[in-house]
């Protein structure tokens, strides 16, 4: 069985208290200091923050969170921006012919066997639009006509609600 005497430790240590005087006479000889060393956990931001009279955990906790949130925000408005659909704002006669129905029918029925849920066709209201395929492929609504029936939807339920 080993004990500690067996280990290098006290070797070494006699060999570190030895180097440390050296070293000591040595700057003594050049008439020079050992540099301050700041004390065992604390760091320079810390004497920073004492001498400017400043509460380091709060303020860098302050920073921390605002700029997630300043990341956040940044990311949804981004997101939102492509999410928005791009529209066609050219002049339109509203068509009630069944050319127009047949049209947006195969349409759909071709982006539905491809896997998109999204395909371009003719609204009766708003013309050339993106239009979300719904119900397992068997009907589609113009994505204008949609967020205005969702529009209208959210303001009844806050009059409802006023009313309430």
Partial sequence: MRSNIDHDVFGKKLQSIELANQVEEFLKSQNLEEPVQIPFGHSEYLNTCKKNGVDPYTFSLRSIMTHSVEQTH????????KQKSETNNSTYTPDNSSNRREFNRKARELAWISGQKKFVGKCQKHGEQYFNIRKQGKDQLCSICQREFTRNQNQKRKEMVVTA
């Fill in 74 to 81: 940044a990311e949804k408005k981004n997101n939102s921006a």
